[in-house]
């Protein structure tokens, strides 16, 4: 009878094993592979995110969100995206004080 209770008890971590590793495979990652240096309108993005390596990406990258959700992949730590960094936060700060004026379609606190 301990045989097949070892078995069991095999099957069982086996199976919660498999389930596991299907499930963290199962995370998709959307992330930049390349960066294009082109500078762009900051009047013409309304949000961005930060791409770190080593984070399930291979680059450093800020990704920036266009109005009508287009993104493009920009490098970090030039000073024109920094600028378009700050310009997007501060649209967000005003954006909330005073319940989304015209300039903030788009923009998501």
Known sequence: ????GDAKLFLCILFITCCCTVTLAQIPLDC???????????KAIVDYRQQ???????IDATVLIGRRGKTLCVPPHEPWVKDVVKHVDHLKKVCKKNNKTNRCNGVTS
């Not at 009878?1 to 097949?4: E, K, N, T």
């Not at 770190?52 to 291979?58: E, L, T, Y």
């Open 32 to 42: 930049c592979l390349t960066v294009k240096n082109k500078v762009v309108d900051k």
């Open 52 to 58: 770190v390596r080593g984070m399930g990406c291979a």
């Open 1 to 4: 009878m301990a045989p097949w």
